[in-house]
């Protein structure tokens, strides 16, 4: 399958993929690119309007969006400030790195040094692989909240404050020099997305976390004190400031599956051990936004079985975010989006899937967490059709941002009928619907009622069986 590739700037990669005939090169985009095109890719120029029904890498509205102001506040929103390449080069404990990425997906890291009075660009090989990831995963983030899937990101990667990963985006390129090497890399992509991933070898795994919350003053008791590190049931790495023996969060870790109900069976099973294991007394277990002062809740869910792409995480964001908007408590989303749960937070993961860090803790209760997760399965398993972006309007991402719900209660119906009109419908909408209807109602999540009690853990309820749980 050939690619087109819409230029005014012939480059090697380009070059190299054209003799090979794998790409063909347009010097403006038509209404409809003749012959087997599959895919579109807008690199330095924003001729032609982009083809009606074939996806389009570096969509004409985003290159656009990046010439105006808003460019810099979209970057803001995401906890990415802009910052000078020397700035990030003073900070104490800084790293600078180039990230070159498609289709949002890292091809290359490297690292940028200052020699003099010029920038040197190095292997970063020396650095821990943990800075490498936090750069490849901020370098997406940035590309992601500019509407971009493409181009090069200088990040840099700066040492953690109260706890929070910090990132700062220092230059944007959406259609940098790429040597012919980078031809083989871009080529690879470009299968993937085109042969695209075949519908239940999508993988669901997850880790939401809680809080034990001392109820008389809301104050956080660190799980470190009940749980261990590691296993099925074991503490977030957040720790307390000051004290890093102590973890904040627990978290609940149960194997992937690919059917979300086999995964909700064993979230519950992993629950069951926490509530064996745990003696916390009258502390009261909690999911949802944010418990304490400024400790978010995560509720990451792990996918595996295909790749990432630029449509995809929109897809997430438009499909699976927003619907978790209007159920979340709004104040404590708000204080929560100061420092987690930005648009398109992805973490890559060493077995070759990826982390989607966005959402809240959905643990609260058995029917939404099920809910969620069938809402994400339908989401990957009919990604091609669900193409509505709500966040180019940047008005739309500050309400995001602001937990306004009000232009999403309007845009809902839209979202709905498109999930509606997709061939898993049957399938995953029966699951889905809970939190649906807690969407039509306008009411939202009870994160206040301890998971003890939501998942009916306490008790000769404990005997109780998913199956009951999930319809009552």
């Known amino acids: 399958m050939r690619f087109a590739v819409v230029t005014t700037n012939l480059q090697p990669w380009v070059q190299s993929l054209q003799k090979q005939g794998a790409a063909a090169v347009l010097a403006g985009a038509p209404a409809r690119p003749a012959g087997d095109i599959r895919l579109l890719v807008r690199w330095g120029t924003r ?97 992601h909240a500019l509407g971009l899937d493409a181009g090069r990101v200088d990040v840099a990667v700066l040492p953690p404050r109260d706890g929070v990963m910090r990132e700062r985006v220092c230059a944007v390129n959406p259609a940098p020099q790429w040597p012919a090497m980078m031809a083989e890399h871009v080529a690879a992509a470009v299968r993937r997305r085109v042969a695209g991933t075949p519908p239940d070898r999508w993988m669901l795994g997850a880790d939401p976390e809680f809080a034990f919350v001392d109820p008389e003053d809301e104050r956080i008791i660190p799980a470190s004190r009940f749980l261990d590190l590691k296993g099925e049931v074991g503490c977030d790495a957040q720790t307390v400031p000051g004290r ?106 060493d077995h070759g899937g990826f982390e989607y860090r966005t959402p809240s803790s959905w643990l609260v209760s058995p029917r939404l967490a099920l809910a969620v997760l069938a809402l994400a399965a339908w989401i990957l398993r009919d990604s091609q059709y669900l193409n509505r972006d709500l966040f180019l309007d940047t008005a739309a991402m500050e309400a995001f941002y602001l937990c306004d719900k009000e232009p999403f209660y309007a845009a809902f119906d839209q979202l709905l009928e498109d999930l509606e009109a997709t061939p898993h419908r049957d399938r995953y909408l029966p699951l889905v619907e809970p939190l649906f209807d807690l969407i039509a109602r306008r009411d939202v999540w009870d994160d206040r009622l301890d998971l003890r009690v939501a998942w009916r853990l306490t008790g000769r309820m404990r005997a109780s069986t998913l199956k009951k749980l999930i319809q009552t």
């Open 47 to 143: 001729r032609g309007a982009d083809p009606a029904g074939i996806p389009v890498i570096n969509r004409r509205p985003a290159l656009r969006l990046l010439e105006t102001s808003d460019s810099a506040r979209r970057l803001e929103l995401a906890g990415l400030g802009p910052a000078s390449r020397l700035w990030a080069l003073e900070q104490p404990g800084s790293r600078l790195l180039r990230v070159e990425v498609f289709d949002l997906r890292p091809l290359a890291v490297r690292w940028l040094v200052r020699e003099g009075d010029r920038w040197q660009v190095r292997s970063a090989r020396s650095l821990p692989n943990r800075t490498i990831r936090r750069a490849a995963s901020g370098a997406v983030r940035a590309l």
């Open 244 to 349: 890093h023996q102590e973890h904040l969060l627990a978290e609940v870790r149960p194997r992937p599956h690919n059917d979300p109900r086999a995964l909700t069976g064993a979230l519950y099973r992993c629950l069951e051990q926490a509530a064996a294991r745990c003696d916390t007394g009258r502390l009261a277990w909690r999911a949802g936004s944010l418990w304490g002062r400024r400790v978010g809740l995560g509720g990451h869910i792990h996918i595996t079985g295909g790749p990432l792409s630029g449509a995809l995480l929109r897809a997430l964001d438009n499909y699976l975010a927003v619907p978790l908007l209007l159920v979340e408590d709004p104040q404590r989303a708000r204080r929560r989006r100061r420092r987690h749960g930005f648009l398109g937070d992805v973490r890559f993961k």
